[in-house]
């Protein structure tokens, strides 16, 4: 069994309520790799590091075991779930048929004004990447992509995306961190609100369709390095 390491996990601030904030910060832990698949983490151990009892941990976890993000160990804890390099294909595949028509439908219709609403979003991305900032980057990240697909009028779909990008998380993003390819991926994000603004849809639909191909690169190149 893997042990168990300190997490850089934030404190908890009032605005939400513990368990909610406890399982963000463990999403955000999985995405970074705080939370390592394979692992087996006790909730009392978590509960230390936040500062809290045990008890919203565990329902934290409970609600990412409902996700499928991690797997109950009786007397244990939970696992991170592991994921194949086909699983990950799988669920970018999905993304794409899902996000690539969305973005060119908002950049056929989309309101100009909510569009620039997401450029301080954009920017705080290429910030957090410049900072090395992991979590911050994917958080500001999930963000600005929710925020642009919800423009299209449907909840739903918003909501699909989300359970999505929680399940496909972002292997190997250190490496890209320390290759300097973070700060791409970071600024194809104004990139990409600039065509929507300027209602180039087939423009929009290419870069998020390279954007997402980018994750494939990713996971094969973290696979690489471990393998």
Sequence with gaps: MTAERP??????????????????????ALIAGELRPGAVYSAPNLAAQFGVSATPVREAMLDLTREGLVKPVRNKGFRVTELSERDLAEYVAIRELIEVPTVGRVARSGDPARLEELRPVAREIVAAARAGDLIGFLEADRRFHLALLELAGNRRLVEVVGELRGHARLYGLAGLAESGQLMESAEEHEVLLDLVLARDAEGAERRMRTHLGRLRSQWESAGDAGG
């Design 7 to 28: 997490l850089k996990l934030p404190a908890v601030p009032d605005r939400l309520s513990i368990r909610d904030h406890v399982a963000h910060a463990l999403r955000a």
